[in-house]
């Protein structure tokens, strides 16, 4: 028997709304935006929560000057058309580009995120 359900991921932003939308759209999951937090859920109940953070600060990668908030590696089967679709969501692709399997990402908050070959 477990002793917790999945854990719930919430990420700090300036923008709640912004960023479960940018997610929701990647994923295909279910939005939910209510004043200062907004959250994307899947079928399954897994969930992403977005926290609004006054002044927030995003990380700098790959320098540690601001560390990581958080992390998401996501997996696709065509790096080029996952890159197309993320970018017309509001992604930015990072200079850095350490590897050929995943590319790296910048949400609209600027945390880092990868989508990596499946």
């Known amino acids: 028997m477990a002793i917790a359900r999945m854990p ?3 990420i700090d932003c300036p923008d709640p709304g912004v960023l479960a939308r940018f997610y929701g759209a990647i994923l295909d999951g279910r939005i939910d935006v209510s004043g200062d937090r ?6 399954d109940g897994r969930c ?27 997996l696709v089967d065509d790096l080029d058309a996952a890159e197309a679709a993320v970018i017309a969501l509001g992604a930015t692709r990072h200079p850095d580009q350490p590897g050929t ?9 600027g ?8």
């Open 48 to 74: 992403f929560s977005f926290h609004e953070v006054a002044d927030y600060t995003p990380p700098t990668w790959p320098t540690q000057e601001r560390p990581q908030q958080m992390h998401l590696d996501m």
């Open 8 to 10: 719930l991921l919430a």
């Open 111 to 118: 945390h880092p995120f990868c989508l990596c070959l499946n």
């Open 101 to 109: 399997t995943f590319r790296v990402f910048l949400d609209p908050a």
């Open 38 to 43: 907004a959250s994307v859920c899947a079928e």
